[in-house]
Antibody, heavy 118, light 109 residues
Framework: EVQLVESGGGLVQPGGSLRLSCAAS????????MNWVRQAPGKGLEWVSY????????YYADSVKGRFTISRDNGKNSLYLQMNSLRVEDTAVYYC???????????WGQGTTVTVSS | EIVVTQSPATLSLSPGESATLSCRAS??????LTWYQQKPGQAPRLLIY???NRATGIPARFSGSGSGTDFTLTISSLEPEDFAVYYC???????????FGQGTKVEIK
């Protein structure tokens, strides 16, 4: 079964850091680009970051650029999001999503919740 | 930067009725437009890619159309499980990013 499972969410104070992980199974992880997408409480979807299959290409949304770092370990079938200098407005459910070229974000995890609050 | 706008924000319909959801891009995105469905407490699910192609396992009552700046998602006869929020999304090459619309909620009337 193709599956993505996020972990690492939690409660953190403003200015703090958190590292999210996404474990992939059931497909050849190293063949796919991956993304992080977030959803603030009661709000819509916001794309956060993209990483190509080989990590050679990385993009960030302007809202997180300079604070968040996406990475992956193809040997461990895992995707990561290092989040520094967290703000209250970063509070959201964070999803990892597989990107199939020309197709879209076709596999999503169940999400992990990040709450930034003092 | 491309802005994606969905309308209406909410659609109140009864099961069996047809739903028409609109998505407009501020500049042409060719046919690189994707639709997702999201139910409460669940992750989004890919419905339509390249504006008009159904993803694997998506029922034929879902159809997409359009190109350039104006796109439509049609649900021909609403089933109880279709009441959800629908998002359109486009991918731009520069600046490189995915942009989601704000969503259309299809609710039971």
């Amino acid at each position: 079964e193709v599956q993505l499972v996020e972990s690492g969410g939690g409660l953190v104070q403003p200015g703090g850091s958190l590292r999210l992980s996404c474990a992939a199974s059931g497909f050849t992880f190293s063949s796919y680009s991956m993304n992080w997408v977030r959803q603030a409480p009661g709000k819509g979807l916001e794309w956060v970051s993209y990483i190509s299959s080989s990590s050679s290409t990385i993009y960030y949304a302007d809202s997180v650029k300079g604070r968040f770092t996406i990475s992956r370990d193809n040997g461990k079938n895992s995707l990561y999001l290092q989040m520094n200098s967290l703000r209250v407005e970063d509070t959201a459910v964070y999803y990892c999503a597989r990107e199939r070229t020309g197709y879209g974000l076709d596999v999503w995890g169940q999400g992990t919740t990040v709450t930034v609050s003092s | 930067e491309i802005v994606v706008t969905q309308s209406p924000a909410t659609l109140s319909l009864s099961p069996g009725e047809s739903a028409t959801l609109s998505c407009r891009a501020s500049q042409s995105v060719s046919s690189y437009l994707t639709w997702y469905q999201q139910k409460p407490g669940q992750a989004p699910r890919l419905l339509i890619y390249d504006a008009s192609n159904r993803a694997t396992g998506i029922p034929a009552r879902f159809s997409g159309s359009g190109s350039g700046t104006d796109f439509t998602l049609t649900i021909s006869s609403l089933e109880p499980e279709d009441f959800a929020v629908y998002y359109c999304q486009q991918r731009s090459n520069w600046p490189p990013k995915w942009t989601f619309g704000q969503g259309t909620k299809v609710e039971i009337k």
